[in-house]
């Protein structure tokens, strides 16, 4: 059981390329979601998804697109990068529960440099 | 939304001595608050939660407390060990249905040997 699973672990790009960061899952869970995390910022949400087909903003949504075409994979795009986009990012994926205890599980991270 | 402050940002602590973090969120609805350590070029794990039925949770020499009506709730580690020494972020949201977390800015725990 690989968890969540990020790829690349490490990034760098030239201001206005494109590129797409991937996430996958093994664990059937219904909701992902993809955080940044940038120095006395914590964890800022960027897009989540609670089923295949299903996709909304978070808090910065700006500049990044998502889709959810399987349950397993949850791709962030960076159309035209941004040295403001320069940071580490998080997947995360958490099973869907009426009651219960539901703690986001998170992949390593990737972390993206624009020059 | 919901708003949760944590604090303090960096805590220095000596091996063996105890320390707390602290948390404070404004949705009165929350009810349930997940604490995760990230340790460096790691993503955050799990290492205890709480809902908002206990007032009180330990695992070993974890344990975290919450108090509804101030809106408060607390990460206590007690003889602290060098291996603990990372980042701690707390978080609220509403358990169940598709209700996202909001995490606090996280503190950078030192524990000195």
């Known amino acids: 059981n690989a968890g969540v699973t990020q790829t690349p672990k490490f990034q760098v790009l030239k201001t206005g390329q494109s590129m797409t960061l991937q996430c996958a899952q093994d664990?059937?869970?219904?909701?992902m979601s993809w955080y940044r995390q940038d120095p006395g910022m914590g964890l800022r949400l960027i897009h989540y998804?609670?089923?295949?087909?299903?996709?909304d903003q978070g808090e910065v949504p700006n500049g990044y697109n998502v889709s959810r075409s399987t349950t397993e994979d949850f791709p962030l795009r960076l159309l035209s990068a941004a040295p403001s986009q320069t940071s580490v990012y998080f997947c995360a994926s958490r099973a869907y529960g009426q009651a219960g205890n539901q703690p986001q599980h998170f992949g390593d991270g990737t972390r993206l440099s624009i020059l | 939304g919901e708003n949760v402050e944590q604090h303090p940002s960096t805590l220095s602590v000596q091996e063996g001595d105890s320390a707390v973090i602290k948390c404070t969120y404004s949705d009165s609805a929350s009810n349930y608050f997940p604490w995760y350590k990230q340790e460096l070029g790691k993503g955050p794990q799990l290492i205890i939660d709480?809902?908002?039925?206990?007032g009180e949770k330990k695992d070993q020499r974890i344990a975290v407390t919450l108090n509804k009506t101030a809106k408060h709730f607390s990460l206590h580690i007690t003889e602290t060990q060098p291996e603990d020494s990372a980042v701690y972020f707390c978080?609220?949201?509403?358990?169940?249905?598709?209700?996202?977390?909001?995490f606090g800015r996280g503190t950078s725990l030192i524990v000195h040997p």
């Open positions: 664990m059937n869970h219904e909701y």
């Open positions: 978080a609220a949201s509403i358990s169940g249905g598709s209700y996202i977390p909001t």
């Open positions: 709480i809902r908002s039925n206990v």
């Open positions: 998804s609670v089923g295949a087909g299903i996709t």
